[in-house]
């Protein structure tokens, strides 16, 4: 297609027509339950909906009896699904918009543990990640494949959607067939090995009948050598053209390049880009491109570049639900920070989706109380937490007053947005700030919530989130910096800086980052089994790894500092036992934070975020907003 679209012009996809150029691409949730949808899938898609998206895609309905890559699947095969997804329709045509569900099978990149049967695929290959050997698909096999598809698709038909997109990229045996690293086989489906897809679209077209929409997601780059690119995708795409009504398009395989997929912050948006492009040059029937879009502007720039015709915003559209609407109204959305803290990882550890700059995200179906009658509030600290209960409780009629002790709003968050590569993790203050202020909350920076403030303002309930101070862990001595000296108080210590990592998360690795680029000698040690472990379900490893390599930045693993202070720090290695004592011209300490002693008993207090315990950032932003909802 040769034309420039606008983010609110309608398009033709078949026999149906969007109400704009934004898409809901599917993605888990891990909200199913026993293999069927919930009343979660319901409120999550209508959610969206509500907030413009023109056309949602339902996540992953598998076509297989036995395909079983994860526990919260839900079965497309089995009738007992039909009734949760009428619900789902009926809940996303409530608001106007379009709804089909993507419908695959995992292949080889599934695990046996929940079907007590072997993973199948192509041909007997174990994916990288699930390191299972699968059994090699049969010809019988295959066309009980296809049949598998066209059985779901009359299960997706009877759930009242408008048709469905095919899962032929990321995690699929369509994928495996299609790719030259997968596929070894020697019949005809090796040798024409988008034969398998041109099967099942076949099947699947009759099955949907009139009036609906067939769509197919096809792998454009699986980021591996000899692997799948975009000319492969658009050579796929001229060939279904005629079957299908558009084309998506994806980047990475969910398992062996799964950080190309959801990238994390730091990775621009339209990273993607070549995909779409390359397939729109191919085809005339309208493409989905994706790449991290995270603000209105991005999705208005890649149409206008004529990447695409449709733009999928999955991670935008999780932080705020109404993302479209905010988009094609010229207003400003709750930017996705690309932390992957509670998307990305949360799935991949088994637990439900959400969001760390939306409470709501996962927690749709749980209705919220309305509100009560006008109450005075204050909130005692600026931070995620602060703010968050502030907005909700602003939003909900209070009269609400802010006061933090610093001289500006954002707390822990503020400073560590100031570390390399993290810039975008001020966003989630950034915006709340900004929503505070929009709703009339009356903010003060620099005053100290104490029982006098407390007296002369006479509010009906105080919130209580001044948050953590650093605690000082019990080896360190004379000199030895905390986190927060470096990336609050600016410190730079020079030469040989050892940076000590007991809690895990990012601290650490920013303050290597940091000081290495500032040009010190940067050693960081941690008694975990791998440094800078919570960087690895976040997906944001592979590139601190390669970062931390470039830099000079050496990380030792299972190693317990005894003690600091004075030029040397003594270690013990948990593999030999061995003690050390190693000279050095500083020290940096990452660890566990305490929470502040209460800010006062006079009122009702609501203590949220790190002034109840210290954790991430997820629990401040959902206990702040939960708290104000309880007001």
């Known amino acids: 297609?040769?034309?420039?679209?606008?983010?609110?012009?309608?398009?033709?996809?078949?026999?149906?027509?969007?109400?704009?150029?934004?898409?809901?691409?599917?993605?888990?949730?891990?909200?199913?339950?026993?293999?069927?949808?919930?009343?979660?899938?319901?409120?999550?898609?209508?959610?969206?909906?509500?907030?413009?998206?023109?056309?949602?895609?339902?996540?992953?309905?598998?076509?297989?009896?036995?395909?079983?890559?994860?526990?919260?699947?839900?079965?497309?095969?089995?009738?007992?699904?039909?009734?949760?997804?009428?619900?789902?329709?009926?809940?996303?045509?409530?608001?106007?918009?379009?709804?089909?569900?993507?419908?695959?099978?995992?292949?080889?990149?599934?695990?046996?543990?929940?079907?007590?049967?072997?993973?199948?695929?192509?041909?007997?290959?174990?994916?990288?990640?699930?390191?299972?050997?699968?059994?090699?698909?049969?010809?019988?096999?295959?066309?009980?494949?296809?049949?598998?598809?066209?059985?779901?698709?009359?299960?997706?038909?009877?759930?009242?959607?408008?048709?469905?997109?095919?899962?032929?990229?990321?995690?699929?045996?369509?994928?495996?067939?299609?790719?030259?690293?997968?596929?070894?086989?020697?019949?005809?489906?090796?040798?024409?090995?988008?034969?398998?897809?041109?099967?099942?679209?076949?099947?699947?077209?009759?099955?949907?009948?009139?009036?609906?929409?067939?769509?197919?997601?096809?792998?454009?780059?699986?980021?591996?050598?000899?692997?799948?690119?975009?000319?492969?995708?658009?050579?796929?795409?001229?060939?279904?053209?005629?079957?299908?009504?558009?084309?998506?398009?994806?980047?990475?395989?969910?398992?062996?390049?799964?950080?190309?997929?959801?990238?994390?912050?730091?990775?621009?948006?339209?990273?993607?880009?070549?995909?779409?492009?390359?397939?729109?040059?191919?085809?005339?029937?309208?493409?989905?491109?994706?790449?991290?879009?995270?603000?209105?502007?991005?999705?208005?720039?890649?149409?206008?570049?004529?990447?695409?015709?449709?733009?999928?915003?999955?991670?935008?559209?999780?932080?705020?639900?109404g993302f479209a609407g905010t988009a094609l109204a010229g207003g400003r959305v709750r930017r996705c920070v690309g932390c992957n803290q509670e998307c990305i990882a949360a799935v991949g550890l088994n637990r439900r989706l959400g969001c760390v700059v939306n409470p709501r995200a996962g927690r749709e179906a749980v209705p919220v109380p309305a509100p009560r009658s006008r109450r005075r509030v204050l909130v005692a600290g600026g931070g995620p937490a602060g703010l968050s209960a502030a907005v909700a409780a602003a939003r909900r009629g209070h009269d609400v007053h802010l006061v933090e002790a610093g001289a500006r709003l954002g707390g822990q968050v503020a400073w560590a947005a100031a570390a390399p590569g993290r810039g975008e993790l001020g966003h989630a203050v950034d915006d709340l700030a900004a929503e505070a202020r929009e709703l009339g909350v009356a903010i003060r920076l620099g005053v100290v919530v104490d029982d006098a403030l407390v007296a002369a303002h006479a509010p009906d309930v105080v919130v209580d989130a001044t948050g953590s101070v650093p605690a000082g862990p019990g080896w360190a001595g004379e000199g030895v910096l905390d986190v927060e000296d470096v990336l609050r108080a600016g410190a730079r210590p020079r030469g040989r800086v050892l940076v000590v990592d007991e809690a895990g998360g990012h601290a650490a690795p920013s303050v290597a980052e940091l000081l290495a680029i500032a040009g010190a000698t940067v050693t960081t040690v941690t008694p975990a089994l791998e440094a800078a472990a919570d960087l690895g379900p976040t997906l944001e490893a592979p590139r601190w790894a390669r970062r931390a390599a470039a830099l000079g930045i050496r990380q030792e693993v299972e190693t317990v500092v005894l003690g600091a202070g004075n030029g040397t720090v003594r270690l013990l290695h948990h593999l030999t036992g061995e003690e050390e004592t190693r000279p050095v011209d500083a020290v940096v300490a990452c660890s566990p934070r305490a929470a502040r002693e209460p800010v006062t008993a006079a009122v009702a207090v609501r203590r949220v975020g790190d002034a109840v315990a210290p954790r991430l950032l997820d629990a401040a932003v959902r206990e702040g907003h939960d708290a104000a909802v309880g007001i």
């Open 1 to 321: 297609m040769t034309t420039t679209p606008l983010p609110g012009d309608p398009v033709r996809l078949g026999p149906l027509t969007l109400r704009n150029r934004i898409v809901f691409p599917a993605h888990l949730t891990n909200a199913a339950v026993g293999g069927r949808p919930t009343a979660q899938h319901a409120a999550y898609y209508a959610a969206r909906a509500a907030g413009g998206a023109a056309m949602v895609i339902t996540e992953e309905h598998s076509a297989g009896d036995d395909d079983r890559p994860y526990e919260r699947l839900i079965r497309g095969t089995d009738p007992a699904v039909v009734p949760g997804l009428r619900r789902i329709t009926d809940a996303v045509h409530a608001h106007g918009a379009v709804v089909l569900a993507q419908v695959g099978h995992n292949g080889g990149q599934a695990s046996s543990r929940y079907s007590g049967v072997p993973v199948t695929a192509p041909s007997p290959l174990p994916d990288p990640m699930f390191r299972e050997v699968p059994r090699a698909l049969t010809i019988r096999d295959v066309a009980d494949l296809v049949a598998g598809f066209a059985r779901t698709a009359e299960h997706v038909v009877a759930g009242g959607y408008d048709g469905l997109e095919i899962q032929a990229s990321q995690a699929s045996v369509i994928r495996q067939f299609l790719s030259p690293l997968t596929n070894h086989r020697e019949d005809a489906y090796g040798e024409d090995p988008g034969r398998l897809l041109v099967e099942i679209l076949a099947a699947v077209r009759p099955a949907l009948g009139p009036g609906r929409v067939l769509g197919v997601r096809l792998q454009g780059d699986e980021g591996l050598a000899g692997g799948l690119t975009a000319a492969d995708a658009a050579a796929l795409a001229r060939r279904v053209e005629g079957t299908v009504d558009y084309v998506n398009t994806a980047v990475g395989v969910a398992t062996a390049t799964l950080p190309l997929i959801e990238p994390p912050m730091g990775v621009p948006a339209g990273y993607a880009a070549a995909v779409p492009t390359a397939v729109r040059d191919a085809v005339d029937v309208p493409v989905v491109g994706v790449g991290r879009f995270t603000i209105p502007e991005q999705v208005a720039a890649t149409l206008a570049a004529g990447t695409c015709d449709l733009v999928g915003v999955v991670r935008g559209q999780i932080a705020d639900p």
